[in-house]
């Protein structure tokens, strides 16, 4: 008796485990969260630097976190693009260099087919929800910190 009750109690706990990974609820990638300052401001940020979660980025997600965002890692500075395909949360980007300095900010809004190239090569993106770097007032210029760990290496 007592074990089909935890067969029945483990088995409701799966299919909400899934409906919420479905739903879009926020996800903790292979890094879990990493707390990154940006121009003086705390934010907290799944990191992408494995191609496949690049390529997924913040598609499918439903809401976003004021204080949350995501920063896409690459193995060395590059020309990247990005647009909202499968994405429903206005964001913001900024592209940032190997020295860790935002060169460009853009608004990017939900479902829209534009790509948002970056200017220059750049080692990171980062996406927070749109307005977060003006109403943090993080502009241009300004640096980002974050600490070294074993897959993304910054």
């Known amino acids: 008796?007592?074990?089909?009750?935890?067969?029945?109690?483990i088995g409701i706990l799966l299919i909400l485990v899934a409906i919420s990974v479905y739903s879009g609820c926020w996800h903790t990638g292979t890094l879990g969260i990493q707390k990154i300052n940006v121009g003086g401001t705390t934010?907290?940020?799944?990191?992408?630097d494995e191609p496949h979660e690049r390529e997924r980025g913040l598609q499918k997600r439903k809401k976003l976190p004021p204080d949350r965002g995501m920063l896409?890692?690459?193995?060395?500075?590059?020309?990247?693009?990005?647009?909202?395909?499968?994405?429903?949360i206005p964001l913001d980007i900024a592209f940032i260099?190997?020295?860790?300095?935002?060169?460009?900010?853009y608004h990017m809004y939900?479902?829209?087919?534009?790509?948002?190239r970056s200017k220059q090569k750049v080692q990171y993106a980062l996406e927070?929800?749109?307005?977060?770097?003006?109403?943090?007032?993080?502009?241009i210029g300004d640096a980002i910190?974050?600490?070294?760990?074993?897959?993304?290496?910054?």
Do not use: G
């Open 1 to 9: 008796m007592k074990i089909k009750f935890l067969q029945t109690i």
């Open 43 to 48: 934010v907290y940020v799944e990191i992408a």
């Open 72 to 88: 896409f890692v690459y193995p060395q500075e590059q020309m990247v693009q990005f647009w909202m395909k499968e994405t429903s």
């Open 97 to 105: 260099t190997e020295k860790k300095n935002i060169v460009e900010i």
């Open 110 to 116: 939900p479902e829209e087919t534009k790509r948002y």
């Open 128 to 139: 927070v929800n749109q307005n977060w770097f003006s109403d943090n007032s993080v502009t």
């Open 145 to 154: 910190n974050f600490p070294v760990n074993k897959r993304n290496n910054p």
